[in-house]
């Protein structure tokens, strides 16, 4: 098993930067891929970004490409999600994922959850 666990959230106005740190322990060799996802209230989930733990290679919702970068630290087994210039409909509960049960990155199932953190940016 995997634990995964998020943080760095918190209250940014319109324009300003946050990083999300996604912490992993447990069985982590068995990681392959790690994935940050979003929701908003009444909202569905949605996908932000993944990568590739060995290779480094990266995927991004269009809604935030050139602005969220993800990085890992296979050494500290963590994933890092650097947010700039955030908007208020970046608002949302942020979640880590790893090892997506199929092919495609993007789509919400994963093996692995971390509980989220809550990202608010005011206007």
């Known amino acids: 098993q995997v634990q995964l666990v998020e943080s760095g959230g918190g209250l940014v106005q319109a324009g300003g930067s946050l990083r999300l740190s996604c912490a992993a322990s447990?069985?982590?060799?068995?990681?392959?891929?790690m994935g940050w996802f979003r929701q908003a209230p009444g909202k569905e989930r949605e996908f932000v970004a993944a990568?590739?733990?060995?290779?480094?290679?990266?995927n991004y919702a269009d809604s935030v490409k050139g602005r969220f970068t993800i990085s890992r630290d296979n050494a500290k087994n963590t994933v890092y999600l650097q947010m700039i210039s955030l908007k208020p409909e970046d608002t949302a509960v942020y979640y880590c994922a790893g090892n997506p049960v199929g092919p495609n990155w993007t789509i919400p199932t994963y093996n692995y959850w971390g509980q989220g953190t809550q990202v608010t940016v005011s206007s």
């Open positions: 447990g069985r982590t060799v068995s990681l392959y891929t």
């Open positions: 990568i590739n733990w060995i290779g480094g290679n990266t």
